[in-house]
């Protein structure tokens, strides 16, 4: 039972996915030479104004907002000239791009689900003057760049996690029991501020390298929605993908990387034993459900541990478990569920067979019926060499080199992985942590970020596209 879940495609029209969004959050889509008008949902400048009363910062004003037509301005000839353009550009952005973060935190949105983050990064990228597609269900591509040569990608996943936000901000979660605990929100607002930097140099008459910028659904689920956007042609002329992680143990100002595995596989694992139950005084006249699901508990991770190479870093553990309702009651259905994680790709082909087969073997004793359901949900991302060089220069230019650091492979797991199994790409992590914080980790209700981490990560990608 070793099954891997491919979400079916929906063939809708574009215009289909557009009505469906309408139906759900009230908004329409304007003439495509008119924008976006009344009743898009609740608009970035709304959430602004919200915020704003709610005392925080109000937005500056990035003067880029009505970008126009590309100006005849000559192309820049020296690398540096470039550069420092790129930093002046990021930095009139950074305050709106700081409030739409903190728009997007405010209103966190469930895996599949995320109506207004998509319509918001549309609005937005379409007020620049580009053309982005929205795709069927959630999340949206858009493309830009002239300049011959091999398209990039460059991706931002834009759900959130069913988490209380305790993060005590002006900016908290208003959507209650969800929150932004992946960092999600900086994610998404990076690569916008990369495509409207991006943008901005070709009204400065500087061409730009062909370009897609990816904002995908549902990273947080499997079948994560990474095989969505590829199933939609999310990838097609693409040669090349990068993307980014927060990373609040590290230090804003700091990125880090690694060429080979950076995350890990990982699948959900759930088993169910079924016998006819009965009296806990004669457990030899039923299948004992909870005594063989104590035998799954602690002898399948041994198993796996013996017959999987040990450097492959497998890795079972249980999070969940249920039987029974007296104490005198042998039950007649009992489970168990947790996650397999594991470092090596090899050893996460091998794993499914190596379950099932440890698994029966276990249980068999016992008189019970067994029921295995392993999703398998992500393979390790592997970053491909020439793009994490390219990367590191990129960030190199950026915080200087010191700054640039070697990463472990972390035992998480991320959708990225399967552009990866069609494209070579790579994938960095951000430094989120403000100085002298505590170190906080992800997929937490508290989890903070420094804000100065979304200029420099625009800075990175920008310089990373530019070469
Ligand atoms: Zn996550
Ligand atoms: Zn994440």
Redesign the pocket.
């Known amino acids: 039972m070793d099954t891997l879940t491919l979400p079916t495609f929906c063939a809708k029209t574009r215009c289909e996915s557009r009505q469906f969004i309408k139906t759900r959050v009230g908004y329409w889509l304007a003439a495509r030479n008119g924008g976006l008008g009344k009743g898009f949902g609740v608009s970035v400048r709304e959430g602004e104004q919200r915020l704003m009363s709610d005392g925080v910062t109000p937005l500056r004003g990035s003067g880029l907002r009505s970008s126009g037509l590309p100006s005849s301005k000559p192309a820049l000839k020296d690398p540096k000239d470039l550069n420092q353009l790129i930093r002046k550009i990021a930095r009139q952005l950074e305050p709106e791009l700081i409030e739409f973060r903190r728009d997007l935190h405010a209103h966190p949105e469930p895996s599949r689900e995320e109506i207004r983050t998509t319509a918001n990064v549309y609005e937005r990228l379409q007020q620049a003057g580009l053309e982005p597609r929205l795709l069927d269900g959630t999340g949206l591509i858009c493309d830009l760049g002239t300049k011959a040569g091999p398209r990039t990608a460059i991706r931002a996943d834009i759900d959130a996690?069913p988490l209380v936000d305790t993060c005590e901000r002006a900016w908290q979660s208003t959507n209650e029991g969800w929150t932004h605990g992946?960092g999600h929100d900086v994610h998404t607002t990076v690569i916008l501020g990369t495509g409207l930097v991006l943008r901005e140099l070709e009204n400065q008459g500087i061409e730009v390298p062909r370009t897609r910028l990816i904002f995908q659904p549902a990273?947080?689920v499997f079948p994560g929605g990474s095989l969505t956007v590829m199933a939609q042609g999310g990838l097609n002329g693409i040669s090349r993908i990068a993307s980014l992680h927060c990373e609040p143990k590290l230090e804003v100002g700091k990125i880090a990387t690694r060429v080979g595995p950076i995350t890990s596989a990982t699948d959900e694992v759930e088993v169910t034993l079924v016998s006819t139950g009965g009296h806990t005084s004669r457990p030899h006249l039923t299948g004992d459900v909870v005594f063989a699901l104590g035998e799954v508990i602690t002898q399948v991770p041994s198993v796996l541990g013996r017959r999987l190479d040990p450097r492959s870093g497998v890795n079972l553990t249980w999070g969940m478990v249920h039987a029974g309702e007296a104490r005198n009651a042998i039950p007649a259905e009992g489970m168990v569920a947790g996650t397999l994680r594991c470092l090596d790709v090899r050893a996460w082909e091998r794993a499914g067979h190596m379950l099932d087969e440890a698994i029966t073997q276990v249980v068999t004793p016992y008189s019970v019926d067994v029921t295995l359901r392993h999703v398998r949900g992500v393979p390790p991302v592997e970053n491909d060499l020439a793009v994490t060089n390219d990367l590191m220069d990129a960030a190199r230019a950026v915080v200087y080199p010191e700054n640039v650091e070697p990463t472990e492979q972390s035992l998480g797991g991320e959708d990225f992985a399967w552009y990866l199994t069609k494209v070579p790409g790579a994938m960095i992590r951000l430094g989120t942590r403000a100085p002298g914080a505590p170190l906080g980790d992800?997929?937490q209700g508290a989890l903070d970020v420094d804000e100065d981490a979304i200029e420099i990560g625009v800075r990175v990608f920008t310089k990373f596209i530019m070469g």
């Open positions: 996690l992946c990273e947080e992800l997929h």
